[in-house]
């Protein structure tokens, strides 16, 4: 199994995606998770990523496909995955089709969580993450994905395997939801 989460900062996608990866035994993979670990582990990948975590920016597309190319072939080899955060915007969505084509490992459905601004803005300042959970780099946070990621939803509109759920319930309201959803999708079978 295959899914995508998009949603905006603080919507949930990682809660989602680590009860969507127990419940199915997928490997979660969180762009923002490993782009994270680079800059704490100080690697060359991370000292280029940092400025843009920290200013909650975009990382370049090519810093983000080329740290998550061995990671998504392994855990599609092993059984599948949730990718949580990539893709964030129409130019990865269209590069990492092409590529998971060739792989035959294209995604089987796109996950929406879809959430107020309000709330979101009170639940990352009540985590307080690090350096990009301030009230300034979240409200840059929110514009970005405004941005950048609004038109990607616009670009999966319509396809069957994109839907959207109120992420505003509970975590479990939210994952019920997402399950319900998935077993609409003819493909999965479950
Ligand atoms: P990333 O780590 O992906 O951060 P984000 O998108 O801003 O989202 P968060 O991780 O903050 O929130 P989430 O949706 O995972 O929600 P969570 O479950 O944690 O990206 C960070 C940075 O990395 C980016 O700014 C960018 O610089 C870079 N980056 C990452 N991907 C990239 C890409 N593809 N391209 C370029 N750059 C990239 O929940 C948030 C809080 O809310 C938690 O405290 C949680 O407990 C709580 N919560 C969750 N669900 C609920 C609920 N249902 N009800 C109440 N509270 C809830
Ligand atoms: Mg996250």
């Given at each position: ?12 996608k ?35 990523a ?8 975009l ?10 190319r061995?990671?998504?072939v ?44 309000a ?21 840059h ?20 395997w ?29």
């Open positions: 199994m295959r899914l995508l989460l998009i949603g905006a900062p603080g919507a949930g990682g809660t989602q995606a680590k009860q969507l990866a127990e419940r199915f035994g997928l490997a979660h993979i969180s762009s923002g998770d490993l782009l994270r670990q680079h800059v704490r582990d100080e690697t060359a990948l991370g000292r280029t940092k400025s843009y975590v920290d200013a909650g920016d990382v370049p597309d090519a810093v983000v496909m080329n740290m998550l061995k990671p998504v392994a855990a599609t080899e092993a059984g599948g995955y949730v990718l949580d955060g990539f893709p964030r915007t129409v130019d990865q969505a269209k590069a990492s089709f092409r590529t998971a084509r060739t792989l035959g490992a294209e995604v089987q459905a796109a996950i929406h969580l879809d959430v107020p601004s709330e979101l803005v009170r639940r990352l300042l009540a985590r307080r993450r690090g350096s990009d959970d301030t009230q300034a780099v979240i409200e946070r929110l514009q970005v994905y405004l941005d950048n990621t609004v038109p990607l939803l616009e670009y999966y509109a319509g396809r069957e994109m839907f959207t759920v109120n992420g505003a319930q509970s975590p479990d309201a939210v994952h019920a939801e997402i399950l319900d959803r998935l077993r609409k999708l003819a493909d999965f079978g479950m």
